[in-house]
C-alpha cells in the first residue's frame, strides 16, 4: 500500500491542466508552482498574445477564504505598480478551480535557477541589484511592501533586466 499522490483536499477540486479553457484564456503549458500558486503559460484568445496564468492550489478547505484573500491582496498590490522591473498584472478573475491572476509572460529564467549555473559576474549582478533595488523604491513609494523578497522571486530576462514577482504571496 501507498499513500495517494494527492490529498483529498487537493482531490475535491478541480485542477486546471494544459488544454483547458478559462474564459478567453486557453491554458498551453505548466511552467511551474510554489507553495500557493500554479502558473500557465496561456493564449489570450480576445487579445491574441501570450500571458502568464496563475491560480492558487488546492488546499484545505478551511483555507480557501485566506488563499483567495491572499492572491486579492498580491492582485491589488501589483495592480498599483508600474515599473520596467515589477512584472505586469493584466487581469484578474475566478473560475472553478479558484481566483486566478494573468501577467505578463517573461522570457528568461528565475534568478534562483541563474544562481544555481554558478557565479554571476560581478557587472551582471550589479545590475540585478540595481533593478531590484528600482522596483522595491517603486513599490515603497506607493506603499506596497514585498513580502518574500528572494531569488526566486525574481525574475531575469535575456537582456539582464530583473523583474520582482509575487507581491503579498
Known amino acids: 500500500a501507498r ?32 507553495g500557493c500558486g500554479v502558473v500557465f503559460e496561456a493564449r489570450d484568445r480576445e487579445l491574441n498574445r501570450s500571458v502568464a496564468f496563475k491560480v492558487i492550489r488546492p488546499g484545505p478547505r478551511e483555507q480557501d477564504a485566506v488563499r483567495a484573500e491572499l492572491l486579492r491582496r498580491e492582485a491589488e498590490a501589483v495592480a498599483q505598480l508600474s ?6 498584472l493584466y487581469d484578474v478573475g475566478r473560475c472553478e478551480s479558484g481566483p486566478y491572476l494573468v501577467l505578463e509572460l517573461l522570457d528568461g529564467e528565475p534568478l534562483d ?25 517603486h513599490a ?23 523583474k520582482v514577482l509575487d507581491f503579498g504571496l
Do not use: M, Q, Y
Open 3 to 34: 499513500a495517494p499522490d494527492r490529498s483529498l483536499e487537493e482531490a475535491r477540486a478541480p485542477s486546471l491542466r494544459p488544454g483547458d479553457a478559462v474564459g478567453r484564456f486557453e491554458l498551453l503549458r505548466e511552467l511551474g508552482r510554489g
Open 83 to 88: 515599473h520596467p522591473n515589477i512584472v505586469t
Open 113 to 137: 535557477r541563474r544562481i544555481a549555473r554558478g557565479p554571476v559576474a560581478a557587472p551582471e549582478a550589479l545590475g540585478i541589484a540595481l533593478g531590484v533595488a528600482r522596483a522595491l523604491v
Open 140 to 162: 515603497h513609494g506607493r506603499g506596497v511592501l514585498h513580502r518574500d523578497l528572494k531569488p526566486g522571486n525574481v525574475f531575469v530576462t535575456p537582456g539582464g533586466v530583473p
